[in-house]
């Protein structure tokens, strides 16, 4: 299944995110288990949300499309809550275990 993130240069080697946001107030939670021993890498189901809250015209950053098997999606798959207008969104998200995933699902 394909899913999207927001990559800041080689934010899956590193694993660190800057918040590089225009409309977005807050994440206020997420339904995630994080083991603390493991870094993850974290997608988003739709596209959208992304060219919706994400600044990409940033010469740093960049949408990718990454097709991951479906079985691994649906074993991370959760929820972040993210406020809009006033109105808390819950948004479909995956956090897979950053070593289990592989480099080579990325598409575009």
């Not at 899956?12 to 493991?38: A, H, I, M, R």
């Not at 740093?60 to 959760?78: Q, R």
Request: hydrophobic share 35%; charged share 25%; aromatic share 20%.
């Amino acid at each position: 299944m394909i899913v999207y993130r927001y990559d800041i240069n080689s934010c899956l080697e590193t694993n660190s995110q800057k918040l590089v946001l225009k409309n977005l107030q807050s994440n206020l939670f997420n339904t995630f288990n994080y083991n603390k021993d493991k870094k993850y890498v974290h997608f988003f189901r739709y596209k959208s949300f992304i060219q919706y809250f994400f600044d990409d015209n940033s010469a740093e950053g960049m949408i990718i499309s990454v097709d991951i098997p479906p079985e691994l999606l649906n074993k991370y798959k959760g929820f972040g809550f993210y406020i809009v207008e006033n109105q808390e969104f819950p948004i479909p998200e995956y956090a897979i275990p950053l070593e289990e995933f592989n480099e080579d699902w990325i598409i575009g």
